[in-house]
């Protein structure tokens, strides 16, 4: 069981730049596991944005990629957010697993991300 707890979620204007923050409660990096950050807008399905593989590879989504940058130690992930756009606008959450991170089984409760225009 791997609980993890999101920080770092505000509110700033467009172009303005976000870190948000995971603490895991076990070794998370180079541990086995799968992180990942996911997002939920109003109204919308929950995506995936990034994620840091098993083998500490990185992945974007398309959305952010070149503005978003993950990195992760033994039990924390961040998600350092530049160049904020009002589509960026969503629950964020930090989840894990032992596989892709396509269906993660830990997950955080989330924190607000709000960007104005």
């Known amino acids: 069981q791997v609980q993890l707890a999101e920080s770092g979620g505000g509110s700033v204007q467009t172009g303005g730049s976000l870190t948000l923050s995971c603490a895991a409660s076990?070794?998370?990096?180079?541990?086995?596991?799968?992180m990942a950050w996911f997002r939920q807008a109003p109204g919308k399905e929950r995506v995936r944005v990034a994620l840091?593989?098993?083998?500490?590879r990185f992945a974007y989504a398309d959305a952010v990629k070149g503005r978003f940058t993950m990195s992760a130690d033994k039990t924390k992930n961040t998600l350092q957010m530049n160049d904020l756009r009002p589509e960026d606008t969503a629950m964020y959450y930090c989840?894990?697993?032992?596989?892709?991170?396509?269906?993660?089984?830990?997950w955080g409760r989330g924190t607000q991300v709000t960007v104005s225009s």
């Open positions: 989840a894990a697993d032992f596989s892709t991170c396509s269906r993660p089984i830990y």
């Open positions: 840091i593989d098993k083998f500490g």
């Open positions: 076990a070794r998370t990096y180079s541990g086995g596991y799968c």
